[in-house]
């Protein structure tokens, strides 16, 4: 008793500190954004007033990360989607930050009611229970993400088991979420992981004269879909690869670096996050710079981060993305107003600067935008009708393309995704300062590469896909930039 | 007084033993757990309490090896992994959707799944039987970012974004669309995985090994085997953690790497802390607790605006994990005995007597021993050092 009895002033004394750490964490955490509460405080009484009132609502769940490698995306994505329903809907967006949420707006004279955003973490089990939380609890009948691939293709397969709602992919890249599982409601308005490599092997091959090339590429399903484009494209046009495939979050890539043969024509690399840096600079330390011509990369090569630390040889090195951040066409400046207009104001929750326009051309906006787009368009051509299972929607969706989207038209294949435009860049040096420059765009990219994937071959891997001479729609039609 | 002796004592009158008012408790909970579905809405059963469930079997895995062996096991969520990778890969998948996709039915699967991880358990355990405390925190770690990596390098057993639709036995059925069969399936787990483990605490294998708990180097002169204890107890954890890794399969359809994760694994300490690591009954409240933070703190609450969003769910449980820690070590289920006490203390007069502490937990249990005589000296291993 004795004991007890000493200890229990300690005990007081570190519950008080607790509290008073608790205390803190709350006031710092609210008090960043305690601007934005009052405002969506204000708004949110009508909010749930129009829910009321109307049965007929559009009930809309929008998934993205809060956690995770992707988890700072989390208002991009959900900024993409409502700035389109706030620039041509009539909706208003409650807060400076996109995840307090819109009112009003209406679709075909129905109302737009976000029941509620998905927080997941890129784990396929996070996104799984994320959106039945949206379907079950919240009874969405219109879905739109997921971000990241794993996620994708679990919530695919779950939109199977939901056959009278609807889903349209948010921004995530993963091939199998239409080519295999190929869930009747689940659309996709964006490329996958290869398709945003198109392009870039053939160029390779025709433009810079690379006959064999090394591809390094994450240990992980990105890497390998992403390299798969590549390999898919240089191969087809009749050239041969090297792969090496470290794992993912490498520091010392220096065994990589000594496995790779003295000559080779090109080196292609999918490496990633901090890797991308990583790999380049010990490359050049071990083997000195690349010569002219001799680098590309998938769309982390373009990070403006990269640019800025990149070896002064590196220029020239080409970098296949989906988007571009120099293009003047009509269509993106349409875009890009419309975000302009949806959210003005610079806002912490997003990476700096801080607006949402500043992320125009990232695919986690710009996807989620033309998701939105898609969504509208075809419950305009059915009057709203949302029936029968939604059967009219669905079937409208699997016709609705959308010509004037920012970054080049989109339509749909018979899987329900999309064909898109792909475009290739290059890293320039004008006047010491590194940029990048849309040199070609791609057209008619399908996830099938021609034939090559199909729903019964092997996903990408290490080995996969082979390395095969194939025909493929683009093959030496790939455009100068129109924008240039 | 041998520490089996005092072990054999703490048994008896200690914190393990459950009283008539504990029954009733219990058998109010089993009956709102049995109607359940009756009076909760689809999605409530369907997802926060199925979860729940199988959440706390993972998390009681955990609970009984602190409890009764004094190891803090990071290893649990791994194990969990290899059975679910294990069954997921034996069984039939529709589609071929990743992993091996051999064809067996689903209970030979579930037997398959078992098995494997309890050898796996039995491995781990004689790896890291030996050691105590941090050491023996960290090399289960280790263990468990070796099972994560390796499911997420050999793409022939994890697939492409793991193994998914993997089939499920008649008995539970489709998940989605009827979920009661599998939260009946993970009640009747919880139940016969709590009724197993309090019976092996009564065991001589469960007094020896709250033996070796408590003073390792005084069993090994009696002539116990010490690592052999260990390792066995872990085995026997890993046999409870592979259940709740077979019902997590059905319950998400799928298994990935990404659902074995370290996030994961430090989910399922969290739930046994905040459940509270002195009671097995405390790894299922924690699982609750878990589970209905998680829900609220998702909710989209246009009135809070952005208070805490959308990190609130790990600012929220990381407040009460941190509250818990400080105010109440024996977690949720300590709470209960704390007030009775204090209500003992104001209304009996005259403290908290031996029979008023049997929800009292580890705090107590250093007192049972130190009462007998003996001094408590000497615990090992992780959390229990705060016993001492």
Sequence with gaps: MERKIKRSPLRRLTAIIAIAGCGLVIVACGGSSSSSSASSAASSTSTSGAAASSSNALRIGIMSDCAGAFGAFYNADIGGAQAYFIAHDGAKASGPAPSSGITGGTIAGHPIKIVGYGCANDTAASALREVRRLVEADHANIVIGPLSGDESIAVANYSKTQPNLTFINGTAGAQDTTLKVQSPNFFRYNGDGAQWNAGVGDVAYRKLGWRHAVVIMDDYAFGWTSAAGFIADFCAAGGTVTRLYPPLGTTDYSSYIAQIPQKFDGLFSAVGGTGTLAFLKQYTQARGAFKKNTLAGNIFLGDPAILAAIHAADVGALVGQPTNEDTTSANAAAYMSALKQAYPAPTTSLPKPGTLVSLANSVFTVNYYDAAWALDKALTAVHGDLSNGQSALHAALAKTSLPDAPYGPITLDKNRQAIVTNYIAQVTNTGGKPGIHTIYSVPNVDEAFGGLFTATTPSPGRGQPTCVKHALAWQGKEQPASFH | ?388
Excluded at chain 2, 63 to 84: K, P
Excluded at chain 2, 122 to 137: P, T, V
Excluded at chain 2, 187 to 201: K, W
């Design chain 2, 1 to 388: 007084m041998s520490a089996v002796a005092n072990a054999a004592a703490a048994k008896r009158s200690g914190p393990d033993a459950v009283t008539i008012g504990g029954w009733a408790l219990l058998a109010v909970v089993g009956v709102v757990l049995l109607i359940a579905p009756a009076i909760f809405d689809s999605y409530w059963v369907s997802q926060i309490l199925t979860q729940a469930l199988w959440l706390g079997i993972a998390a009681v895995s955990l609970t009984f090896l602190n409890r009764y062996g004094g190891m803090v096991s990071l290893a649990q969520v791994a194990i969990y992994g290899v059975a679910g990778f294990a069954m997921a890969n034996v069984v039939h998948t529709l589609n071929s959707e990743g992993g091996l996709n051999l064809g067996w039915t689903p209970w030979l699967g579930v037997a398959f799944g078992i098995g494997v991880a309890v050898l796996v358990g039995l491995l781990f355990g004689a790896i890291a039987s030996r050691s105590y405390g941090i050491y023996f925190l960290m090399i289960t770690l280790a263990l468990s970012l070796f099972v994560f990596y390796f499911f997420g390098q050999v793409t022939q057993l994890s697939g492409f974004g793991g193994v998914r639709s993997v089939s499920r036995p008649g008995l539970v059925g489709d998940t989605i669309t009827h979920p009661t069969p599998l939260y009946y399936v993970c009640l009747g787990c919880s139940v016969a995985v709590y009724a197993l483990l309090r019976y092996v605490v009564r065991t001589p294998f469960g007094v020896a090994l709250q033996g070796v708990r408590d003073d390792p180097e005084r069993m090994r002169s009696l002539g116990y085997n010490v690592p052999l204890h260990r390792t066995l107890a872990f085995t026997l954890g890993a046999f409870v953690a592979a259940i709740a890794g077979i019902l997590s399969v059905w319950f998400d359809t799928q298994i990935s790497p990404g659902s074995i994760d370290i996030t994961q694994t430090i989910a399922v300490l969290i739930i046994a802390v905040i459940g509270g690591l002195s009671r097995l009954e405390g790894a299922w409240l924690g699982a609750i607790a878990y589970a209905v933070i998680n829900y609220y703190a998702r909710q989209h609450t246009p009135t809070l605006g952005l208070w805490l969003n959308p990190g609130r769910f790990a600012t929220i449980i990381g407040i009460v994990f941190l509250l818990i820690v400080l105010l109440s070590p024996d977690g949720l289920i300590g709470i209960g005995g704390k007030i009775r006490r204090a209500i003992g203390r104001r209304y009996g007069g005259g403290g908290a007597r031996p029979a008023e502490s049997e929800e009292a937990g580890a705090g107590e249990q250093a007192e049972v021993p130190a009462a007998a005589g003996t001094p408590a000296s000497g615990t090992r291993g992780g959390l229990n050092q705060r016993r001492a």
